[in-house]
């Protein structure tokens, strides 16, 4: 057929010299991109905002645009607005965060060609590159073809029949007396099996009435072509009908009322002409796409805003008729520890695992959502009385309870399970989410594994009350510790500096991690006296450091945002370091990218402070916030570190290029340092000691340890300097 012979011909070369565009905003992606598409050999120019984009496609001369949605000014549905005013001859692809189901759809309306959804996978990503670039290439082939052709009848039954379109005629009737070639392949009919049939013969059941209705309108009067979304039915015993996925077909069906003037003059109806278009796959990737919009990928389970959403239909459903419902907020005990020592990817085989248990014991009518982290949310709408949540609850601890075998590993999981029931535990969905949250805490205190109901006796908890209350008295009661982890020097292994982790030795919930109290500690003032504190211990060690006649150190403290927005904070910084006499070429703060979005100037001005005084400064989580050049440019910054969540990415595959490229070539034109953080084998290790990273951390060399250990560590050989030996 044409299209296999213009597929054979297109060549691997012609494709990779494609023109590209990129179109982002955010210039750490469009660098990672440009590297990556680069090295594929594609020719790429970049485009920093949508007008800029548009004076650039005014030449004319890409084949593909790889377009981001969300700019400032210009945005990127004005930007394809304006490819198809113009009817610029490329193909665009949608590389976008905003995931929400109407801009994607808004997009494809628009013409763009397919859809990648930020943070992308380089593998795909260049995988539908490649497939728009072919696609580009083949229509403009099957174009010339086509144009090279006469203006003759066999010109338009050429057109007719390799169309990709099924292209029919109706009589009066509704009886088919055209129908071109592509109905075989749509639909696995010869043409003349389907001549002489009335068009309901080949329309699914579900669509026979509003497919009348579509062809009465037709020739009610001078109605436009208009289309409308149809299934219709495969040929049975035809080869096509293989599994039950390509027993119906979605088309965009169109159609147009032919009339004809009689004797008289008389304006009469002889048929409908009409084509279909076959969009199954459109509407598979549709799907596909508002699937991903509304569910936790990971576990196929619902997400936050598909969970909130069946929320809010139960308390309505339930204020209307009286009734109770209930929600259970869980929480996994100790999966922390999972993660930390069997990897993220068994702890995401965990997480899949439990999931499937607990659907095992809910009935079609729950929710099970996860709402990131170990964090399950059940909704058991419409339930007769509080006994009835007691068994299900009782009957989900003790599914995941069971062992769990998984990669020849035995695992023994519990979870710790709050309920609150509407309307005792809350009118609102939000209140509902707290009373279920404050009563899975109640279990964790009263040592996990367990399920409990709400009550009003809660509120006066103390933990629950204030949780800044409980912190507050763990400075006081000496329940913080620093801990620090090593950054080394990829080419000899030579310990550079620690950075101080924080950590709180909890009484009863044993030893807990940021991530556990910091964002209570940042919704308060607590955060400021916190670090602080953490600054004091840090200075404390070092003089303990000096005494024990260690080389001096540097030492990174990571610093929230909440501490650099006090108009005094780099003012006490440089107060505390003279008062241990500590110089302040020995610090480092490091400050997370997503802070610093919105460019304010108080706390740009708190780093300068510091920075001048010699303290540097380091963006942490670099890559994952949307900082343009020009405003890093201006940032007194000294250090990107790779977030590592990039150098996961690394992986043993000479063709996989990552963000860890994009940051490191970003840093080096912006003459910064780059640390890669999250080092886990030697294999990241190599790649980002080639991307020129002076510094790396990670558990490769060591997870962050107590003081006591640092001190011994640094301790080690001091001759030749604190080093790390790895097996090479
Ligand atoms: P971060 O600055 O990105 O810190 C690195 C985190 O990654 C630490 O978790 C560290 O234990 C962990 N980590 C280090 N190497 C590896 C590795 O090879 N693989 C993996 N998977 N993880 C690794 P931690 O200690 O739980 O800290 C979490 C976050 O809490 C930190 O992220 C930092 O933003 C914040 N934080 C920690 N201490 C303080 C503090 O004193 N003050 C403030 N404001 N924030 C802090
Ligand atoms: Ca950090």
Redesign the pocket.
């Known amino acids: 057929m044409q299209s296999k012979k213009l597929e054979n011909t297109l060549n691997a070369e012609k494709v990779e010299q494609s023109q590209i565009l990129i179109v982002d905003d955010q210039l750490s992606l469009l660098l990672s991109l440009q590297a990556l598409l680069r090295i594929n050999g594609y020719q790429v120019e970049l485009a920093r905002t949508g007008s800029e984009a548009i004076t650039k496609l005014q030449d004319n001369k890409y084949e593909l645009l790889l377009l981001d949605l969300q700019m400032p000014g210009i945005d990127g549905l004005e930007v394809l607005e304006f490819v198809r005013e113009a009817k610029l001859d490329l193909e665009t692809i949608v590389v976008s965060g905003d995931t929400s189901f109407p801009s994607i759809k808004e997009s494809m309306r628009l013409g763009a060609y397919d859809f990648i959804r930020k943070p992308y996978n380089p593998e795909e990503l260049l995988e539908t590159v490649r497939r728009g670039v072919e696609h580009y290439h083949r229509e403009r082939e099957s174009l010339t073809a086509s144009q090279s052709l006469s203006e003759s009848e066999q010109f338009h039954r050429y057109i007719v029949n390799s169309s990709p379109d099924f292209i029919y005629m109706l009589d009066t009737e509704g009886v088919f007396t055209y129908v071109n070639d592509m109905v075989e392949d749509l639909l696995g009919y010869k043409r003349n099996e389907l001549l002489g049939k009335h068009f309901s013969s080949i329309i699914h059941p579900h669509n026979a009435a509003e497919c009348h209705h579509f062809f009465r309108e037709q020739r009610a009067g001078d109605r436009a072509t208009r289309s409308a979304e149809m299934r219709l039915l495969v040929n049975q015993s035809s080869d096509l009908v293989k599994s039950f996925d390509n027993y119906e077909l979605i088309i965009e069906l169109n159609a147009t009322g032919v009339y004809e003037n009689d004797d008289t003059g008389k304006r009469v109806f002889i048929g409908t002409l009409g084509s279909a278009r076959d969009i199954s796959a459109r509407k598979r990737s549709e799907e596909h796409i508002s699937f991903q919009a509304y569910h936790d990928l990971l576990t196929q389970l619902p997400n936050r805003i598909l969970f909130d959403d069946r929320l809010n239909q139960a308390l309505a459903h339930a204020r209307r008729n009286r009734q109770k419902f209930a929600i259970l907020f869980m929480d996994l005990d100790r999966f922390k520890l999972i993660n930390d020592t069997l990897g ?1 990817a068994m702890g995401d085989l965990v997480l899949q695992r439990v999931s499937e248990r607990i659907l095992d014991y809910l009935r079609a009518e729950d929710t099970l959502a996860r709402f990131g982290g170990d964090e399950f949310c059940l909704l058991l709408p419409d339930i007769p009385h509080k006994e009835s949540v007691a068994s299900v609850a009782e009957k989900i601890l003790k599914a995941v309870r069971q062992p769990f075998s998984i990669n020849n590993h035995e695992l023994y999981l519990s979870m710790c399970v709050g309920i609150a029931i509407y309307p005792a535990a809350g009118e609102t969905g939000e209140t509902l989410l707290r009373s279920a949250d404050m009563a899975m805490y109640h279990v964790k205190e009263n040592g996990k594994d367990g399920y409990c109901f709400y009550s009003d006796s809660m509120k006066s908890d103390s933990h629950f009350l204030t949780p800044e209350h409980d912190l507050s008295s763990a400075i006081e009661k000496r329940q913080f510790q620093v ?1 620090f ?1 090593p950054k080394v020097d990829p080419g000899n292994h030579e310990i550079v500096g620690m ?4 950590r709180w030795q909890h009484p009863e919930r044993g030893l807990l ?3 556990d109290f ?1 964002a209570a500690a940042e919704s308060s003032k607590l ?1 400021v006296t916190l ?1 602080i504190w ?1 600054l004091r211990t840090v200075c404390e060690e070092m003089v303990r450091w000096q005494q024990q006649g260690i080389p001096p150190v540097k030492v990174s ?4 945002l909440i ?1 650099l927005k006090e108009d005094d904070f780099a003012e006490h910084f440089i107060q505390i370091l003279q008062e241990f006499n500590l110089s302040s070429a020995l610090f480092a703060i ?1 400050i ?1 990218e997503r802070g610093l979005n919105n460019g304010e100037t108080e706390v740009v001005k708190q780093l300068r402070i510091l920075r001048d005084f010699g303290v540097s400064v380091t963006i ?2 670099f890559g994952r916030g949307h900082s343009s050049l020009s405003y890093l440019q201006n940032l007194p910054v000294n250090t990107l570190k790779i977030d ?1 969540s990039f150098v996961r990415e690394i992986e043993e595959n000479p063709d996989r290029t990552c963000i860890a490229d994009g940051i490191a070539m970003m840093a080096k034109g912006l003459k910064l340092n780059v640390v890669g ?4 084998n030697l294999f990241q290790l190599d790649y980002l000691r080639n991307l020129g990273c002076h510094e790396v ?4 060399y060591s ?2 340890i107590s003081a006591q250990e640092a001190m011994a560590l640094l301790q080690n050989c001091p001759a030749e300097g604190p080093h790390f030996t790895l097996p090479h």
């Open positions: 993220h801990f982890q950075e101080a982790l924080l991690y940021p991530e910091l955060m670090g953490v403290l990571n610093v929230s501490q490091e997370t942490d989580d590592r953080s999250g080092v886990e951390q990670g558990y490769l997870a962050a």
